[in-house]
């Protein structure tokens, strides 16, 4: 079993950036993925952007340009830097971690981008 823990949702401004991280309980040593959820009030849940165990990246359209997601040198956390946010970023980021075996969730980190 592995556990994942959010961090680094805030207040920000337009404009701004923050750095989300995930981080697992232990390495992986199976072929994973890693991924960025997010819901706001009123939408589904939606996939932000994802890594793999191999170091390959997919973002969705609304945010590429200005979000990356990259990985330690352990390869056992994941950041989603994010850059030039704008209100309609504002939900709730949840990190997902699958493997051919595991699925895990975070709890979630609030990230709200408002004047």
């Known amino acids: 079993q592995v556990q994942l823990v959010e961090s680094g949702g805030d207040l920000v401004q337009p404009g701004g950036s923050l750095r989300l991280s995930c981080s697992a309980s232990r390495n992986i040593f199976s072929i994973w993925r890693m991924g960025w959820y997010r819901q706001a009030p009123g939408k589904q849940r939606e996939l932000v952007a994802v890594?793999?165990?191999?170091?390959?990246?997919n973002y969705a359209n609304s945010v590429k340009g200005r979000f990356t997601i990259s990985r330690d040198h352990a390869k056992n956390t994941v950041y989603l830097q994010m850059n030039s946010l704008k209100p309609e970023d504002t939900a709730v980021y949840y990190c997902?971690?699958?493997?051919?075996?595991?699925?895990?969730w975070g709890q979630g980190t609030k990230v709200t981008v408002s004047s």
């Open positions: 890594i793999t165990s191999g170091g390959s990246t």
């Open positions: 997902n971690l699958r493997s051919a075996t595991v699925e895990a």
